[in-house]
């Protein structure tokens, strides 16, 4: 997601769709800038094109976008640059999420970069904004803690086992946390990295880490997109244990496996970690 295929030219979706080997409903997003068919990406827009950018800020209007479609173009075309696309995409009436992992240069080498990307859309696919997440700690070492990109919805109310996630996390209940995966769900931090916190033992330590501060992690709630098999919950972090925080950016992505539980929940968040707490 988001591009309209109808939008780009026929040698263009022949590629994608040999590199897909199934029926392009949309255009993934970092293929997108790579076809170089600007128009495509401008057009996909219901009016100016809007981009919300971890570090960039927002980006809005064609030669602003322009210039972010062309330095996303170069940076992925460098040797050794490429983009894993993850498996699932959440599709809902009026948007959508998906996820991926760059893996690119950074300022120690080599990294692999989780990424989410969520589109506000019109009725008729086209794209109203879209917004990126992402931690800057795999390329600089250091976090950029993200100002809110939404405001809290008060009335906005979670399901099933994401609710009972939100309350222990809130709470700062371990057990309760563990006891919303599946016996082989894993937890996987904004840094990403090779080893996610996976099995009973493996998400307890890394949720006692977590709430070292003295408590849960406290979220404004902002909007959820859920096709009932995932979903992704854009938050604004405001508590971390005893600590309070200005308002900041991300989402989680969480998905269910067959028993109705996690089996896996996804971080992108850029929020630095008061001292007591270890990760």
Known sequence: MPWLPELFSAPVLEQLQEKWDRELVTVPFFDGPMTGELDGLVQSFAGEPELHHPVRGRIRGVSAFTRFVVETRERLSRPNASVEDLEHVIRAARRGCGEVILHVEGGSGRVSLPVA???????????????????????????????????????????????????????????????????????????????????????????????????????????????????????????????????????????????????????????????????
Do not use: M
């Open 117 to 279: 990307i969520v589109a506000e859309k019109e009725p008729d696919g086209q794209i109203d904004e879209l917004r990126l997440y992402f931690s800057s700690w795999p390329l600089t070492g250091r976090h950029a803690n993200r100002p809110p990109l939404l405001q809290a919805d008060p009335e906005l109310r979670e399901s099933d086992v994401v609710a009972e996630y939100q309350r222990a996390l809130s709470a700062g209940d371990a057990d309760a946390i563990v006891a919303a995966f599946e016996p082989d769900g894993y937890a996987r931090e904004p840094a990403g990295g090779e080893h996610p916190h996976r099995g009973p033992d493996g998400l307890r330590a890394f949720y006692e880490r977590l709430f070292a501060n003295g408590g849960g992690i406290g979220l404004e709630h902002c909007a959820v997109t859920d096709d009932e098999h995932a979903c992704a919950l854009e938050y604004n972090v405001v508590r971390w244990g005893r600590t309070e925080l200005p308002p900041q950016a991300g989402v989680a992505v969480y998905v269910r496996g067959e028993s109705g539980k996690l089996a896996v929940a996804r971080i992108y968040d850029d929020v630095d970690p008061p001292l007591a707490s270890t990760t």
